[in-house]
């Protein structure tokens, strides 16, 4: 072989046939005799379920089964996935709704079909009776005489942790700042909806589900759970997938009943989500309302009607505000509660980009009112290089304490500041002034907490014909898991890295797993790889020193052959090495009474989350007529430790960052009075296009986790987290001569136009 493949920027191998359309996705699953399932959704966001009647539905063209929620009342509600001691008689959905919707676009009852149109054209025949509630928004959450979301009433949870002594050092400072702000609703948007199809095999007793699910492990055991049949039985296949950004990492009711309706009717069964759907009932993310004296932060996350995976998005908030700084005085309180709209979970950043927004708009503010530089005063609170591992003194998301594993936070901001061209943009801005041009320069630096664990399983196994396969329990949704996987697995055993086949997302290949989330993948399933592929390496030296007669100290491995050293001529294939370990012959056993076959499963521990950092700069242009905003320069200097392939961890930054503008200026997710979606479509859900990111550079500065062997950390998501604030500040560095205050996200274009006059007036 040549130069090592870890660290190098092999092209992604998915990419060819994802580029030339012949990608296979959940909607590509054709199968025979296959039925088609449409869902009615509540059109209340609050109300009471007087009756439903589905014999006009059954007899419409096409339709052979109708599911209304008393047929699987006994199925009960999704389970609370993460749960938290702050939480108050969590409420989780019903698989259907037995008596009360609690948002507009909730499942109410499914129809089955022989194909799709049937199936929604059957919608209109079903028959439902609502007696309509009050809908509660985040407004009225905390009313105390208000409408209720549940009967225990709106608030989930509340919160509160506290580093040193706040009130204190609030009573001694100097300047103490007061600031609100607001951070609005957003979606996923992933480019491929929601989607399952499930077949099942009554001979073998087996059920075969494709999906799109961001968590195929988990899926696989809330499928058994519910249909009542051991694990084994279920298999989740993931193939290509269009995009997750977290919400597809959430059980929906139709991924129980879908799996039920192909077992109960012994045909395929398909489900494939529509926009429209997507908007209105998948998770959603973003909104807080912050109040921040200093850092003392108070603080109320909307919940949506449900919280099947706890407060975590809040917590994660919580932790995530002092980011790369010293903040020896830290107060947080965080309430959460339920209002009648979708329900929320983590979309990627997952509670950080808010924390990052709060922090870092409070330094420009500081720095402001005090009159110093905003990188003076950054660098005056950084964490240091030599004070890892730091603890912050916060309980982190997992329970555990919240402690920075390694980083250079100085670097970084150096890095960002000397690329952007801080110290000439005095003048860049005066001769903009001198054109009638608005123009701003804003940065942000952040933390993130990646690799949560407790662990994500890896299979390798060689073939007798001498391929090489990674089994793994995640799904890939874009992070290129069939590239970085191989190239760990490649070097490990000395094989090119054609002869590595990753399979990704198949419960059939590894029996545990937890999923493709939270910035972890690299670190467990690459961690464990680069174990499982060890332990292999290891088996097939012993294998071969047996058959060859020679000391395992006396053999190589190169280009997928074990030689004997000074003696070229002797040697084996490693498929060679396979086929004798796999192939059962009498008289013979493996030494060491060691298992059959070359391969080896790992499920490699962590004890505490990797933590992965950076500092970004924008450069923004303010049209003061008509609000607009345009990014001019972005620069990203990123901290995510070892790179497997540095390739790819730029793909994932420019796609964070793309992200991240999306959620500056465009995307909003509205509900009028009544909790009626207004945002409904892609026309007034606004998506960034390319004219709105510009060319970015990217940069990095490697400082190695020493909590894993490979020295990663999580790259998928640290895009996304500081982008609204680096551009927040540069907008409000443009429009400082008008004194506009810049306290809410996204900044759309009528909501920046709107204070932008408002400052003009007299």
Same mark, same amino acid.
């Given at each position: 072989m040549g130069e090592r493949l870890f660290g190098a920027s092999v092209r992604r191998r998915e990419d060819e046939r994802l580029?030339?359309?012949?990608?296979?996705?959940?909607?590509?699953?054709?199968?025979?005799?296959?039925?088609?399932?449409?869902?009615?959704?509540?059109?209340?966001?609050?109300?009471?379920?007087?009756?439903?009647?589905?014999e006009g539905a059954r007899q419409r063209p096409g339709v052979v089964h109708v599911v209304v929620p008393a047929d699987v009342a006994a199925l009960g509600r999704l389970p609370l996935l993460v749960p938290h001691t702050s939480l108050v008689a969590p409420a989780c959905p019903e698989i259907l709704p037995q008596e009360t919707v609690s948002y507009a676009g909730q499942a109410v009852a499914l129809v089955v079909a022989t194909s799709a149109v049937q199936a929604e054209d059957a919608l209109d025949a079903l028959k439902v009776e609502y007696e309509p509630l009050p809908a509660v928004a985040m407004a009225d959450a905390l009313q105390p005489d208000g409408p209720r979301v549940h009967p225990g009433g709106n608030v989930a949870a509340r919160f509160t942790q506290r580093v040193g002594d706040?009130?204190?050092?609030?009573?001694?400072?100097?300047?103490?700042?007061?600031?609100?702000?607001?951070?609005?609703?957003?979606?996923?948007?992933?480019?491929?909806?929601?989607?399952?199809?499930?077949?099942?095999?009554?001979?073998?007793?087996?059920?075969?589900?494709?999906?799109?699910?961001?968590?195929?492990?988990?899926?696989r055991r809330l499928v058994a759970r519910y249909l009542k049949l051991p694990e084994h039985s279920v298999?989740?296949?993931?193939?290509?997938?269009?995009?997750?950004?977290?919400?597809?990492?959430?059980?929906?009711?139709?991924?129980?009943?879908?799996?039920?309706l192909a077992r109960a009717l012994g045909r395929p069964v398909r489900f494939i989500e529509t926009r429209r759907e997507h908007f209105l009932a998948v998770t959603?993310?973003?909104?807080?309302?912050?109040?921040?004296?200093?850092?003392?932060?108070?603080?109320?996350?909307?919940?949506?009607?449900?919280?099947?995976?706890?407060?975590?998005?809040?917590?994660?908030?919580?932790?995530?505000?002092?980011?790369?700084?010293?903040?020896?005085?830290?107060?947080?309180?965080?309430?959460?509660?339920?209002?009648?709209?979708?329900?929320?979970?983590?979309?990627?950043?997952?509670?950080?980009?808010?924390?990052?927004?709060?922090?870092?708009?409070?330094?420009?503010?500081?720095?402001?009112?005090?009159?110093?530089?905003?990188?003076?005063?950054?660098?005056?609170?950084?964490?240091?290089?030599?004070?890892?591992?730091?603890?912050?003194?916060?309980?982190?998301?997992?329970?555990?304490?919240?402690?920075?594993?390694?980083?250079?936070?100085?670097?970084?901001?150096?890095?960002?500041?000397?690329?952007?061209?801080?110290?000439?943009?005095?003048?860049?801005?005066?001769?903009?002034?001198?054109? #009638?041009? $608005?123009?701003?320069?804003?940065? =942000?630096?952040? %933390?993130? *907490?990646?690799?949560?664990? &407790?662990? !994500?399983?890896?299979?390798?196994?060689?073939d007798p014909d001498g391929r090489v396969f990674v089994f793994?329990?995640?799904?890939?949704? #874009?992070? $290129?898991?069939?590239?970085?996987? =191989?190239?760990? %697995?490649? *070097?490990?055993?000395?094989? &090119?890295? !054609?002869?590595?086949?990753?399979?990704?997302?198949?419960?059939?290949?590894?029996?545990?797993?937890?999923?493709t989330f939270a910035s972890r993948v690299a670190v467990l399933a690459g961690s464990s790889a680069a174990h499982a592929a060890a332990e292999v390496r290891k088996k097939a030296l012993a294998v071969a020193a047996d058959h060859l007669e020679a000391a395992v100290e006396d053999l190589t491995i190169e280009d997928g052959r074990i030689r004997v050293r000074g003696a070229p001529s002797l040697g084996l294939a490693l498929g060679e090495v396979a086929a004798i370990a796999t192939a059962p012959r009498p008289g013979y056993a493996l030494p060491g009474g060691m298992d059959p076959g070359l391969d080896a499963s790992a499920y490699v521990h962590v004890t505490q989350s990797t933590y992965s950092s950076g500092a970004h700069a924008a450069v923004v242009e303010v049209d003061l007529d008509t609000g607009s905003v345009r990014v001019l320069r972005y620069v990203a200097v990123d901290d995510c430790g070892t790179m497997i392939?540095?390739?790819?961890?730029?793909?994932?930054?420019?796609?964070?960052?793309?992200?991240?503008?999306?959620?500056?200026?465009?995307?909003?997710?509205?509900?009028?009075?009544?909790?009626?979606?207004?945002?409904?479509?892609?026309?007034?859900?606004?998506?960034?296009?390319?004219?709105?990111?510009?060319?970015?550079?990217?940069?990095?500065?490697?400082?190695?986790s020493p909590l894993n062997p490979l020295g990663v950390k999580g790259a998928g998501e640290g895009g996304t987290l500081p982008a609204p604030a680096a551009i927040a500040n540069a907008v409000a560095d443009a429009l400082r001569p008008l004194g506009v205050e810049l306290t809410e996200m996204p900044l759309t274009r009528e909501r920046l136009w709107r204070r932008i006059q408002a400052a003009r007036s007299p």
């Amino acid at each position: 072989m040549g130069e090592r493949l870890f660290g190098a920027s092999v092209r992604r191998r998915e990419d060819e046939r994802l580029v030339t359309g012949r990608g296979r996705y959940v909607a590509d699953v054709a199968l025979p005799e296959t039925l088609h399932v449409a869902v009615l959704r509540s059109p209340h966001a609050h109300a009471r379920l007087v009756k439903i009647d589905g014999e006009g539905a059954r007899q419409r063209p096409g339709v052979v089964h109708v599911v209304v929620p008393a047929d699987v009342a006994a199925l009960g509600r999704l389970p609370l996935l993460v749960p938290h001691t702050s939480l108050v008689a969590p409420a989780c959905p019903e698989i259907l709704p037995q008596e009360t919707v609690s948002y507009a676009g909730q499942a109410v009852a499914l129809v089955v079909a022989t194909s799709a149109v049937q199936a929604e054209d059957a919608l209109d025949a079903l028959k439902v009776e609502y007696e309509p509630l009050p809908a509660v928004a985040m407004a009225d959450a905390l009313q105390p005489d208000g409408p209720r979301v549940h009967p225990g009433g709106n608030v989930a949870a509340r919160f509160t942790q506290r580093v040193g002594d706040p009130t204190r050092a609030l009573a001694q400072a100097d300047v103490v700042l007061h600031e609100r702000f607001t951070l609005h609703r957003g979606a996923g948007m992933a480019i491929e909806t929601r989607g399952l199809v499930a077949r099942w095999d009554a001979e073998l007793g087996q059920l075969t589900v494709w999906s799109t699910t961001q968590a195929p492990q988990m899926l696989r055991r809330l499928v058994a759970r519910y249909l009542k049949l051991p694990e084994h039985s279920v298999r989740i296949v993931t193939q290509d997938i269009g995009g997750g950004f977290g919400p597809k990492a959430i059980v929906y009711a139709e991924d129980i009943l879908v799996p039920l309706l192909a077992r109960a009717l012994g045909r395929p069964v398909r489900f494939i989500e529509t926009r429209r759907e997507h908007f209105l009932a998948v998770t959603q993310e973003r909104d807080q309302w912050h109040e921040v004296v200093a850092l003392r932060d108070t603080f109320v996350h909307d919940c949506g009607a449900f919280v099947s995976w706890g407060i975590i998005v809040p917590v994660i908030t919580s932790v995530s505000v002092p980011g790369p700084y010293r903040v020896p005085n830290y107060e947080v309180t965080l309430t959460a509660v339920y209002t009648n709209r979708v329900p929320v979970t983590p979309v990627r950043g997952a509670g950080r980009p808010q924390a990052v927004f709060v922090m870092e708009r409070m330094l420009d503010l500081a720095a402001e009112r005090l009159g110093l530089d905003r990188v003076a005063i950054r660098e005056h609170n950084l964490i240091q290089p030599d004070e890892f591992p730091y603890d912050v003194g916060l309980v982190s998301r997992d329970n555990s304490p919240r402690r920075y594993d390694s980083g250079n936070y100085p670097e970084c901001l150096r890095r960002v500041v000397e690329a952007v061209g801080w110290s000439g943009f005095a003048k860049e801005r005066e001769r903009a002034l001198a054109e #009638g041009r $608005a123009i701003g320069l804003g940065m =942000a630096l952040f %933390v993130e *907490d990646t690799g949560l664990g &407790p662990y !994500e399983g890896i299979r390798v196994r060689v073939d007798p014909d001498g391929r090489v396969f990674v089994f793994s329990g995640t799904s890939s949704q #874009g992070q $290129a898991h069939e590239t970085t996987f =191989a190239q760990i %697995v490649a *070097d490990a055993l000395s094989v &090119p890295l !054609e002869h590595v086949t990753v399979v990704p997302g198949d419960t059939a290949g590894v029996t545990y797993g937890v999923g493709t989330f939270a910035s972890r993948v690299a670190v467990l399933a690459g961690s464990s790889a680069a174990h499982a592929a060890a332990e292999v390496r290891k088996k097939a030296l012993a294998v071969a020193a047996d058959h060859l007669e020679a000391a395992v100290e006396d053999l190589t491995i190169e280009d997928g052959r074990i030689r004997v050293r000074g003696a070229p001529s002797l040697g084996l294939a490693l498929g060679e090495v396979a086929a004798i370990a796999t192939a059962p012959r009498p008289g013979y056993a493996l030494p060491g009474g060691m298992d059959p076959g070359l391969d080896a499963s790992a499920y490699v521990h962590v004890t505490q989350s990797t933590y992965s950092s950076g500092a970004h700069a924008a450069v923004v242009e303010v049209d003061l007529d008509t609000g607009s905003v345009r990014v001019l320069r972005y620069v990203a200097v990123d901290d995510c430790g070892t790179m497997i392939n540095p390739m790819v961890v730029d793909g994932q930054i420019h796609g964070g960052v793309a992200h991240g503008i999306g959620n500056a200026f465009l995307e909003e997710i509205v509900y009028d009075d009544a909790g009626q979606l207004v945002t409904g479509t892609l026309m007034e859900y606004a998506l960034p296009r390319a004219a709105d990111v510009p060319s970015l550079e990217v940069g990095h500065v490697v400082t190695p986790s020493p909590l894993n062997p490979l020295g990663v950390k999580g790259a998928g998501e640290g895009g996304t987290l500081p982008a609204p604030a680096a551009i927040a500040n540069a907008v409000a560095d443009a429009l400082r001569p008008l004194g506009v205050e810049l306290t809410e996200m996204p900044l759309t274009r009528e909501r920046l136009w709107r204070r932008i006059q408002a400052a003009r007036s007299p």
